[in-house]
């Protein structure tokens, strides 16, 4: 496998007419830059899944099957490393500096494909963390631990978040909603409904427990 040492981003080489998208992401306290739709969806779904620890977008080219291919992203699965590459048609060739270091080969089964179209099952998922990461970029740094603990607490059975609010109105009420995506974010408490339908005020959030699995 592939090793990484230190893994960090390369450089952004943008193409004529090609996306760029720039985005805060909290497991890595930094901003990232990402190429494709795609990739963005990808990321959501490694900020929303508490088992992943840490990863790096673009960490490296890499020879794959005979093919130098960019990897997408690295990610610390809990204790296991994983390599992701999005297969997209009629991707162009490679358009990046990569210094004249030769690209290390790795085994295609080292590698996790990801096909654009497999995001369209987790559409509903993605939706809702689109609209709960800006809580974490802008507002969790605001939250007391107290707080969050305060709000995990009580959720013993599946509490509404307008309950949670209503039971912790001395406080801001956008404080509690974030110390509640914060604790769910870290794997606190799970979301009941969220990859079925919107979040909203009758959202329901529950504390793990060995009887409940389930993404966040």
């Known amino acids: 496998m592939l090793a990484a040492p230190a893994v960090a981003p390369l450089a952004f080489v943008r193409r004529p007419h090609q996306h760029r998208y720039q985005a805060w992401a909290p497991k890595l306290s930094r901003c990232i830059v990402l190429a494709s ?34 990897i997408d992203f690295w990610v610390q699965l809990d204790n296991q490393e994983q390599w992701f590459v999005i297969q997209a048609e009629g991707e162009p060739i490679l358009d990046l500096e990569v210094g004249g270091t030769q690209a290390p080969s790795v085994e295609g089964g080292c590698v996790q494909f990801v096909s654009p179209h497999s995001f369209e099952e987790h559409a509903v998922w993605i939706e809702n963390w689109l609209s709960i990461l800006p809580y974490l970029a802008s507002t969790s740094r605001l939250v007391e631990p107290a707080l969050v603990a305060q709000v995990v607490e009580p959720c013993r059975k599946a509490m509404a978040l307008w309950t949670i609010e209503q039971a912790h109105s001395r406080h801001d009420r956008m404080l509690v909603r974030t110390a509640v995506f914060m604790a769910l974010h870290r794997g606190e408490l799970l979301g009941m409904d969220l990859q079925q339908r919107q979040w909203d005020l009758d959202s329901e959030f529950v504390r793990p427990s060995p009887r409940r699995t389930g993404a966040t």
């Open 37 to 70: 739709w795609s990739a963005v969806q990808l990321w959501v779904m490694l900020e929303a899944q508490p088992r992943v620890k840490s990863y790096c977008e673009r960490p490296a080219v890499a020879v794959i099957d005979g093919q130098e291919r960019l």
